[in-house]
């Protein structure tokens, strides 16, 4: 079983920064491929940014130049450093873990609200 645990998110400012962390609680977390996705009122989940047990990363395009996902594999820990925010950029963001083709792993999400 995977345990996904996000933090991080809040209120900002547009133009303003805000880093998402997800904690995962499992062996061979350098195994799983992690991404972010986040859910807005009335929207459908839609993937923001992943990365490879490799370290190969990729992004939607609405946030390519303003996003970096990373990871620390000895942290258990992905990151989402999220730069230049803009009010559409407003949901609840979601830590997601797989393991080849298994089981997605969702985490209980964190609310981001860019307003000023």
């Known amino acids: 079983q995977v345990q996904l645990v996000e933090s991080g998110g809040g209120l900002v400012q547009p133009g303003g920064s805000l880093r998402l962390s997800c904690a995962a609680s499992?062996?061979?977390?350098?195994?799983?491929?992690m991404s972010w996705y986040r859910q807005a009122p009335g929207k459908q989940r839609e993937l923001v940014a992943a990365?490879?047990?490799?370290?190969?990363?990729n992004y939607a395009d609405s946030v390519k130049g303003r996003f970096t996902i990373s990871r620390d594999n000895t942290k258990n820990t992905v990151y989402l450093q999220m730069n230049s925010l803009k009010s559409e950029d407003t949901a609840v963001y979601y830590c997601n873990a797989r393991r080849g083709l298994g089981m997605r792993y969702w985490g209980q999400g964190t609310q981001v609200t860019v307003s000023s």
């Open positions: 990365i490879t047990s490799g370290g190969a990363t």
């Open positions: 499992v062996s061979a977390f350098s195994f799983y491929a």
